[in-house]
């Protein structure tokens, strides 16, 4: 059986002295892995790298198979952000969490093309890390949605009110308002102002730390700690540019 697909590269695992194998995010198939024969070559060498996105042609003798994939390049963006580590940090962060987290071969079409406009972004936006900090949390936001754990900062979870919101209860992943929140302060998460409401302005250290935090404390609450998993060296990396 075969099967053609769009593809973002996550991962190579060298394989033998010529061969890899790849692991990709793609459109329709999920995470799957393929056997790239010559992957180690010269050919392959600026088309197998994290981030880049790919044409794929998988086959197999049946489903359940390891396979192998003929790759086609679509667009090289790693090429574009390489020299820009804020950036790179962003992109195997990203990678990173998507090898950790998504179930291989079950399809995440929307996650997909979320990760197709979060490198899009870091390969056409300024250099800037609120720039695109703000893009990696959004994203992180859109991931946890995706596996079924989205957090809902769209009204207080005490009151119903949308004015004010400045917490997120660790234990709902709701939003609360001030008042509401304030004889807790220190058990709730802060919420900053631009995941609710982007501003014209780029969000600050401390809305950014805020943001990391709140997103940290969820992907290893629901999508790592269940699994035995810890924050990947690529996730952590990303503070150091804050």
Known sequence: MDWHDKGIILQTRKLGEHDCIVEALTAEHGRHSGVVKGGCGRRFRGV???????????????????GT??????????????????????LTSALALVTLT?????????LFKATQSLLSGLEAGEDHTGFWCSLLVHWELGLLRELGFGLDLSCC????????????????GRAVSRMAGRPY?????PLPSFLRQPGPDLPGEKELRDAMTLTTFFLERF??????????PARLRVLDYI
């Not at 998504?102 to 079409?109: A, D, K, V």
């Not at 979870?157 to 709902?172: C, D, R």
């Not at 302060?185 to 998460?189: G, I, N, V």
Request: glycine share 4%; proline share 10%; no cysteine.
């Open 48 to 66: 197998l790298q994290p981030g880049n996105e790919v044409d794929l042609n998988w086959r197999g003798r049946i489903e359940t198979h390891l």
């Open 69 to 90: 994939y003929q790759v086609e390049a679509h667009h090289n963006r790693s090429a574009a952000i390489f020299h820009e580590p804020g950036k790179l940090a962003a």
């Open 102 to 110: 998504l179930p291989e071969r079950e399809p995440h079409p929307n």
């Open 157 to 172: 979870a005490a009151t119903g009110t949308n004015e004010e919101l400045v917490y997120v209860s660790p234990k709902s």
């Open 185 to 189: 302060h220190d058990k709730l998460l």
């Open 223 to 232: 999508l790592l700690s269940p699994q035995a998993r810890k924050l990947p």
